[in-house]
């Protein structure tokens, strides 16, 4: 029998004693002990029962059993064999531990160390509620698809661009219902997520496999609930379900942020599908291995217009603008956020990059400069594909730049070759790729509008913006492994796009208390990437909950929330369930192609 178990027993005689201590004295019966039931008498000389431990053993009041022993309980052999009997199951029924493709080993179920001093069952160690009740290992998303980034990149047909390799944002179903519930101009039905996931699993492409290969059932998915509240999905519900979660009260840490962090141009988020036809084959070009090199000659005989509400318009070629605003020193080479409205909580929609390009101001002014009555530019696409506006602050405050390098290169295809409008502190979707014209405008435009300006956030139906300001947590899949007793880091960013963020928060209780973390004046137009290092102080699963505040007072809306479990011995690749792909279902290869047309 473990020591677990024996600690457990212990736990269990306490229990007895303290039933005597408040007078739970049991009352006389009639002499019925069985023949081969040992005597009193006897089972004092067979374990040196001292008259005081008789006293506990009989359930005198005031009695202790501080020095009891175990052994001398009658019923010491009924739980032996109680405790071998879970512990035999706990061993059955262990949490899955996955090395994923990546070497990163996950344990998306906790393990059950501890007694739960709310349950009459003492089954310390035996993992039986969570894996052998809950059947936890075969719930939620990743249960089957073991990285839902793997899952999008691997559909039959290509889903929108929704990750960040480069910055190793886990997509989540939270993040799936970001988008999937309330975006009208994005999704074509509105709150038709559970429709689609429905479909797909019972009707449509997964039709007698979710049910048949992988035995799947609405429990897979949902956690059913005796409160009223019906069906949830057990990804957005597990944590607060799960036994074996240590809480942390105020968790302690060291914190720190970085404003220059910055991402090559090949790491630039690029969701290639904004602007349908065009935006895909400009993401087409450089997809698939293709990489494919742009001609020089585009660059060169590249045209921009400057027309509208100015005196002067004219049109340029490209490199004869460079030249002339490198010899007047006007270009610009600096650190520079872009940050999508739509990227979720936990989203990878994100980027702080080294851009360089000519001010739109310089650009303007060199047409005599802009009429009394404008608002603002147009910014139009040579393909016609876009004609969102800027407000004419961001040409005073030079936050407007056409920019033709990332990262000290030229711009690729999928960045948008050979030039590509750059604002701060907006709407990514201003950022048109291959600009052709800026139209300076004395229009009554809504700027912060969602279809003609740059709003800065996505709002609900009822106005609450959902994601600003986002704090994120990067790189951590659900239940990773880590060393307990050494410290370590979980890295993130916050945004606030036009907003700066004034404080960022941590919680180990699931928000029952919270450390803050002020920060000092931040450049509104660069990335707030965080690190927070802590150290596991006991073996066991724990969830880290991050939120932010802004400086105009709003406080993140949403959180995200990861889970790691923290082993006294890290377990070797041998002991885990090793995933070669990360897919549901792993690519087909050559034999096995030919073996299903031999069918």
């Not at 081969?36 to 008259?51: K, Q």
């Not at 141009?265 to 698939?288: C, I, K, L, P, T």
């Not at 990067?474 to 880590?482: H, N, R």
């Not at 004034?502 to 931040?522: P, R």
Request: hydrophobic share 30%; aromatic share 10%.
């Amino acid at each position: 029998m473990s020591i677990k178990s024996k600690i457990a027993i212990i736990a269990a005689c306490l229990t007895c004693a303290l039933c005597c201590v408040a007078g739970c004295t049991p009352q006389e019966q009639p002499d019925q002990t069985p023949a081969s039931a040992p005597t009193a008498n006897e089972n004092t000389e067979e374990t040196a029962v001292t008259p005081e431990q008789q006293k506990v053993i009989d359930g005198e009041e005031g009695i202790t059993n501080a020095d009891i022993n175990e052994e001398a309980y009658p019923g010491k052999e009924y739980l032996d064999g109680l405790y071998d009997r879970w512990e035999t199951i706990g061993e059955e029924h262990a949490p899955e531990i996955r090395t994923l493709p990546n070497g990163q080993m996950v344990q998306r179920t906790p393990t059950e160390y501890e007694v739960n001093p709310d349950a009459w069952q003492i089954q310390a160690g035996s993992n039986s509620y969570n894996t052998y009740w809950l059947g936890s290992d075969s719930r939620g998303c990743e249960s089957c698809h073991a990285d839902l980034d793997a899952l999008l990149k691997n559909l039959p047909y290509e889903h929108p661009v929704a990750w960040n390799e480069a910055l190793g944002n886990e997509t989540t179903v939270q993040q799936c219902l970001f988008c999937h519930s309330y975006a009208p101009g994005y999704i074509a039905k509105q709150y038709e997520f559970g429709t689609l996931m429905h479909g797909i699993h019972y009707s449509g492409p997964g039709k007698g496999k979710f049910e048949g290969d992988y035995e799947g059932s609405c429990m897979s998915c949902h956690n059913g609930t005796e409160n009223g509240e019906g069906l949830q999905l057990w990804d957005l519900t597990k944590y607060e379900r799960l036994w074996g979660i240590n809480k942390v009260e105020n968790v302690q840490g060291d914190f720190s942020i970085d404003q220059e962090m910055t991402q090559s141009q090949d790491e630039v988020f690029s969701y290639d599908w904004m602007h349908a036809y065009y935006d895909n084959m400009r993401h087409g070009a450089g997809v698939n291995g293709l990489n494919l090199e742009m001609p020089q000659s585009l660059f060169d005989n590249w045209e921009i217009t400057i027309e509208g509400n100015v005196p002067n318009p004219y049109t340029a070629k490209l490199p004869d603008l460079i030249a002339e605003a490198e010899e007047a020193g006007v270009v610009v080479n600096k650190t520079s956020k872009m940050v999508c409205n739509w990227n979720p909580v936990g989203g990878g929609g994100v980027t702080n990059t080294e851009i360089t390009g000519i001010p739109v101001s310089w650009l303007v002014e060199k047409a005599g400069g802009y009429l009394d009555d404008t608002t603002g530019v147009r910014v139009m696409r040579a393909d016609g594909s876009s004609k969102r506006a800027f407000p004419k602050d961001k040409l005073d405050d030079n936050e407007a730049l056409l920019v033709y390098k990332i990262g000290g290169e030229y711009l690729d295809a999928t960045r948008g070759y050979p030039c590509t409008n750059w604002v701060e502190g907006v709407d990514a979707q201003i950022n048109s790729k291959q600009v052709a014209s800026y139209n300076v405008t004395n229009e009554d435009i809504d700027y912060t509008d969602k279809w003609a300006g740059n709003p800065n956030a996505w709002q609900n139906e009822a106005g609450d913006m959902m994601n600003k300001p986002n704090a994120t947590i990067l790189g951590v899949p659900d239940g990773l492994i880590v060393q307990n007793g050494q410290p370590y880091t979980f890295n993130g960013y916050v945004d606030g796009y036009d907003q700066q963020i004034a404080s960022v928060e941590f919680s180990m209780d699931q928000g029952e208390t919270w450390t803050k973390f002020d920060l000092d004046e931040t450049d509104v137009n660069k990335m707030v990437w965080w690190n927070f290092t802590w150290t596991p102080e006991k073996e066991g699963a724990y969830c880290l909950t991050v939120r932010a505040t802004t400086a105009d007072g709003l406080t993140s809306y949403e959180t995200q929330t990861v889970m790691i479990n923290a082993k006294d011995v890290m377990p070797t690749p041998e002991q885990t369930t090793v995933l070669e792909t990360a897919s549901l279902v792993p690519a087909p290869t050559a034999d096995a192609t030919a073996e299903e047309e031999e069918k």
